[in-house]
């Protein structure tokens, strides 16, 4: 074949197609599918998203057109409450929970604070021994005697008649192994909706208050010395609260008091219920907080010494015992828990303490104005 001579068709490559336009009737690609051994891709919800976003409040331009939900009112505007989380007002003695003081930071209504323990999942069993740090023990439990039945038997006879005093007796820890647990559960779901951590003890900072700030000699008048026999009593109650032995009492939800404490078994007059821990800061410090679980702890002669509890971080069940209304008789009948501060070698500890024996079902309220008489309670269911 001369060189001339075109090829023939057969050798001839044909020419590349143009890639076909996309348009309206060009289906899309199939997704690739992956590998078998690759781990299936979780998709969040909207609700977790929404749960762990960060809380905007848009400020408005006029606030005179906001109307109490409850009473239908727009009249006294400096107890009328906003919520930050739906945008609607309250007044102050309206609402429920009463709100005795005007907030300083964020507010929420009863509505919006109920929803978090909605989103808490049922704790399981590892995670509260986990939560409260329960300590195992190999050897059996102890059974739980009073101390002042085993110093009887130690003490002598003497002819010298003693004034008998009240002795504090320890609590009787529920024997329902699953019972226990639902109380506890309790308790995990209602730190854990305040997001505050467990803590059976006060807690110090050098950045807040030491632990050297702690001193019984500086309160104004001086403070009652816990006897040896009570000291045993509370040294005995942590001790069973450490293997995971509690106070026999259920933290409940109630739309007019928020959270609260009522008895899961009968609980005899003079027994120990718990010591109010938390955070130990200087009065001085928290005098615009707008807390309203602040548990007085050191009342000394300077007042820059004089200390509190804040359990708004950390704290126990005492943190949800709510209190009465003193200024009406029918408050005053509900008090069946007294709140005493005692020196403790050295150190000021406050402890709650019934006073009276309590029925199974009966919520636990004590009188916040034990000392000073300062804070507004008239509004108090």
Same mark, same amino acid.
């Given at each position: 074949?001369?060189?001339?001579?075109?090829?023939?068709?057969?050798?001839?490559?044909?020419?590349?197609?143009?890639?076909?336009?996309?348009?309206?009737?060009?289906?899309?690609?199939?997704?690739?599918?992956?590998?078998?051994?690759?781990?299936?891709?979780?998709?969040?919800?909207?609700?977790?998203?929404?749960?762990?976003?960060?809380?905007? /409040?848009?400020?408005?331009?006029?606030?005179?057109?906001?109307?109490?939900?409850?009473?239908?009112?727009?009249?006294?505007?400096?107890?009328?409450?906003?919520?930050?989380?739906?945008? /609607?007002?309250?007044?102050?003695?309206?609402?429920?929970?009463?709100?005795?003081?005007?907030?300083?930071?964020?507010?929420?209504?009863?509505?919006?604070?109920?929803?978090?323990?909605?989103?808490?999942?049922?704790?399981?069993? $590892?995670?509260?021994?986990?939560?409260?740090?329960?300590? $195992?023990?190999?050897?059996?439990?102890?059974?739980?005697?009073?101390?002042?039945?085993?110093?009887?038997?130690?003490?002598?006879? @003497?002819? /010298?008649?003693?004034?008998?005093?009240?002795?504090?007796?320890?609590?009787?820890?529920?024997?329902?192994?699953?019972?226990?647990?639902?109380?506890?559960?309790?308790?995990?779901?209602?730190?854990?909706?305040?997001?505050?951590?467990?803590?059976?003890?006060?807690?110090? @900072?050098?950045?807040?208050?030491?632990?050297?700030?702690?001193?019984?000699?500086?309160?104004?008048?001086?403070?009652?010395?816990?006897?040896?026999?009570?000291?045993?009593?509370?040294?005995?109650?942590?001790?069973?609260?450490?293997?995971?032995?509690?106070?026999?009492?259920?933290?409940?939800?109630?739309?007019?008091?928020?959270?609260? /404490?009522?008895?899961?078994?009968?609980?005899?007059?003079?027994?120990?219920?718990?010591?109010?821990?938390?955070?130990?800061?200087?009065? $001085?410090?928290?005098?615009?907080?707008?807390?309203?679980?602040?548990?007085?702890?050191?009342?000394?002669?300077?007042?820059?010494?004089?200390?509190?509890?804040?359990?708004?971080?950390?704290?126990?069940?005492?943190?949800?015992?709510?209190?009465?209304?003193?200024?009406?008789?029918?408050?005053?009948?509900?008090?069946?828990?007294?709140?005493?501060?005692?020196?403790?070698?050295?150190?000021?500890?406050?402890?709650?303490?019934?006073?009276?024996?309590?029925? $199974?079902?009966?919520?636990?309220?004590?009188?916040?104005?034990?000392?000073?008489?300062?804070?507004?309670?008239?509004?108090?269911?």
């Amino acid at each position: 074949m001369s060189p001339s001579t075109p090829p023939s068709p057969a050798t001839t490559p044909p020419p590349p197609s143009p890639p076909p336009e996309p348009n309206a009737s060009t289906p899309p690609r199939p997704f690739r599918r992956r590998h078998p051994s690759s781990p299936p891709r979780k998709i969040r919800s909207l609700r977790s998203i929404l749960a762990r976003a960060k809380h905007v /409040v848009i400020e408005r331009e006029d606030y005179s057109s906001i109307l109490c939900e409850k009473c239908g009112g727009g009249d006294r505007p400096h107890e009328l409450l906003l919520c930050d989380g739906c945008d /609607v007002g309250f007044h102050m003695d309206c609402v429920r929970p009463v709100v005795a003081r005007v907030p300083v930071g964020q507010w929420l209504c009863p509505s919006c604070v109920e929803r978090p323990p909605t989103r808490v999942r049922r704790i399981s069993q $590892k995670k509260i021994i986990d939560f409260f740090r329960i300590q $195992k023990y190999k050897n059996a439990r102890e059974k739980c005697t009073s101390p002042s039945q085993e110093i009887k038997k130690r003490r002598r006879r @003497s002819i /010298v008649i003693h004034k008998k005093r009240r002795r504090f007796l320890p609590f009787i820890p529920t024997e329902d192994p699953g019972r226990k647990l639902e109380q506890m559960r309790s308790l995990a779901t209602a730190l854990t909706a305040y997001k505050m951590e467990y803590s059976d003890e006060l807690t110090y @900072s050098p950045d807040i208050a030491p632990r050297s700030a702690n001193q019984a000699a500086l309160e104004n008048g001086g403070m009652q010395v816990l006897s040896k026999e009570d000291t045993e009593t509370v040294n005995q109650c942590r001790a069973m609260c450490r293997r995971g032995e509690c106070p026999p009492l259920l933290v409940v939800y109630d739309s007019n008091e928020g959270f609260t /404490v009522q008895a899961d078994s009968p609980i005899k007059d003079m027994t120990y219920i718990a010591e109010y821990c938390g955070d130990v800061d200087y009065i $001085k410090n928290r005098e615009r907080d707008d807390c309203d679980c602040l548990m007085t702890l050191l009342l000394a002669t300077d007042p820059s010494q004089s200390l509190v509890v804040c359990p708004d971080k950390r704290g126990n069940i005492a943190r949800f015992i709510n209190g009465i209304n003193n200024h009406t008789p029918e408050g005053k009948k509900k008090q069946n828990i007294k709140c005493v501060r005692y020196n403790v070698d050295g150190e000021c500890k406050v402890f709650l303490i019934a006073t009276r024996d309590i029925a $199974k079902g009966e919520r636990l309220y004590y009188d916040y104005n034990g000392y000073e008489h300062e804070y507004p309670t008239h509004h108090f269911v």
